[in-house]
């Protein structure tokens, strides 16, 4: 298991999830593949605003539990969504 915070807002973690190729997006982490997760939308998203801030569950909470892919793949597919969720300015 992997937690973190992806710079920026909630457009950024959305925009680095559904730019996740190798991992499936899932609300259960157990498995044997590589699966993401949002906390706020889902597995907290009854909670209220206040409560998850209080918890630490932000808009920019990611969650990964990495399976059994080959590592290069898996670092490849994380690089390209990280990079597909900041693009560099031109």
């Known amino acids: ?3 973190f915070y992806i710079k920026g807002k909630l457009e950024h973690a959305s ?3 559904s730019n996740l190729k190798l991992f499936a997006i899932a609300e259960s982490l ?3 593949e590589s699966l993401a997760e949002h906390p706020a939308i889902m597995t907290h998203a009854s909670v209220p605003e206040n409560v998850r801030t209080a918890l630490g ?4 909470l990611i969650r990964l539990s ?8 898996i670092i490849q597919d994380l ?7 900041h693009p560099k300015k031109k």
């Open 1 to 3: 298991m992997i937690t």
């Open 15 to 17: 925009a680095f999830l």
């Open 30 to 32: 157990g498995g044997y």
């Open 57 to 60: 569950i932000s808009d920019t």
């Open 66 to 73: 990495v399976g059994l892919e080959n590592e290069a793949d």
């Open 79 to 85: 690089e390209q969504a990280l990079a597909a969720a």
